[in-house]
């Protein structure tokens, strides 16, 4: 049986979270001299701690509870406090299904905790034979689901994900960091019945705001009070509160762009299948195209020799990089950069 208040680490049950003034007094006029400011300037004040307006604006959005949203500094804060609720250190597990996004393993590393790895099969799905035994293990406290995966590019199968949240009793944390992309369902909608659900999104990819570090958590209110419980005070600043606030007033402008993102991540993959050094281009639901190349290290060498930064995932996915979809113009230029390589193998 899940048990939240088992779960927790002991110290974060018991602890006793600090204070902000904001804490003690939420209005919004006054002779504010509570909270040792400066009375000068337009960024003197600290930041409302729960940035409420930016959540009653998210819930609209999600179609969610405000008291089932956590906002941390990039969902790689969302990531670390997962560890620092739910794990002791040198003694509890995390489970991930690899490759995946190597913040989960580095962030677990920090908190002294240990990291299994579980391969996807050959489809990049999860292997739910070898992952069924682990499940009852009483000091596996997390295991993370990256859907739409990066950097393999896939969403996870529905019905895997839902098994393996209904038969662990610790918590499954879902990133859809690239959900926006994808034309597949969320797992959202598993927040109101699933009690050991986090899911997350986040302000970096479809919304536009990585420099911004607004990460979105979901899940049950119980589990959201430990995170504000663990959470340093202000941890989102005005000026990125207010930076996500703008995009979600513009959602019809988000949702044009997600959709230019797909059709040129769409024109660049039937364009890329079309190359004799591309030996394989991975379907993709997210921002970024997963490539099999014939010699991954040269073709990285030479992209960056015209100015083209990609990334060589080779050491994760045999001959593999992976290449963000760009502006128009950008990926035209790797087009054309991969015409050449062609052309320059063809001629030697
Ligand atoms: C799967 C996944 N989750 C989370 C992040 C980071 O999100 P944020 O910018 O909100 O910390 C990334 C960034 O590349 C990612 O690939």
């Known amino acids: 049986m899940f048990d939240l208040e088992k779960l927790v680490r002991d110290n974060v049950r018991k602890l006793t979270p600090y204070k902000s003034a904001r804490d003690e007094f939420s209005g919004k006029t006054g002779i504010f001299l509570d909270a040792n400011e400066n009375p000068y300037g337009n960024l003197n004040r600290y930041p409302d701690p729960y940035q409420r307006e930016l959540k009653t604006a ?24 997962c560890f620092r609720i739910f794990c002791n250190p040198g003694r509890d597990k995390v489970l991930t299904f690899t490759p995946t996004y190597g913040m989960y393993e580095v962030s677990a590393a920090v908190n002294d905790i240990e990291t299994i790895k579980i391969p996807l099969n050959k489809n990049f799905q999860i292997d739910l034979e070898k992952t069924r035994p682990l499940l009852s293990d009483n000091n596996l406290k997390l295991i993370f689901i990256c859907s739409p995966n990066n950097p393999t590019a896939n969403t996870m199968n529905y019905d895997d994900v839902e098994y393996i949240i209904t038969n662990f009793n610790g918590i499954v944390v879902i990133d859809e960091a690239y959900i926006d992309f994808s034309e597949k369902p969320s797992f959202l909608k598993l927040i109101n019945r699933c009690a050991n659900l986090i899911l997350m999104h986040t302000f970096s990819k479809a919304f536009g705001l990585a420099a911004a570090r607004v990460g979105m958590a979901f899940s049950s209110p119980g589990i959201i009070k430990f995170f504000n419980k663990v959470k340093p005070p202000y941890n989102i600043s005005t000026i990125n509160q207010r930076a996500a606030l703008n995009k979600l007033n ?22 890329l299948k079309k190359i004799s050094v591309v030996e394989m281009v991975y379907p993709s639901d997210a921002n970024f195209l997963l490539v099999k190349v014939k010699n991954a290290d040269y073709i990285y060498n030479t992209l960056i020799n015209s100015n083209i930064i990609t ?32 052309h320059s193998k063809s001629g030697s």
Do not use: H, P, W
Not at 250 to 271: A, C, F, P, T
Not at 312 to 324: A, G, M, P
């Open 250 to 271: 513009n959602m019809e402008g988000i949702k044009n762009q997600v959709l230019r993102i797909r059709r040129e991540r769409e024109k660049l993959s039937e364009v």
């Open 58 to 81: 998210i819930s609209k959005i999600k179609e969610i509870d405000q008291e089932r949203i956590f906002l941390g500094n990039g969902s790689d804060e969302i990531i670390d406090l």
């Open 311 to 342: 990334r060589n995932r080779s050491n994760v996915v045999d001959d593999c990089l992976r290449i963000t979809i760009g502006k128009r113009s950008e990926n035209d230029r790797l087009i054309e950069a991969f015409y050449k390589l062609d």
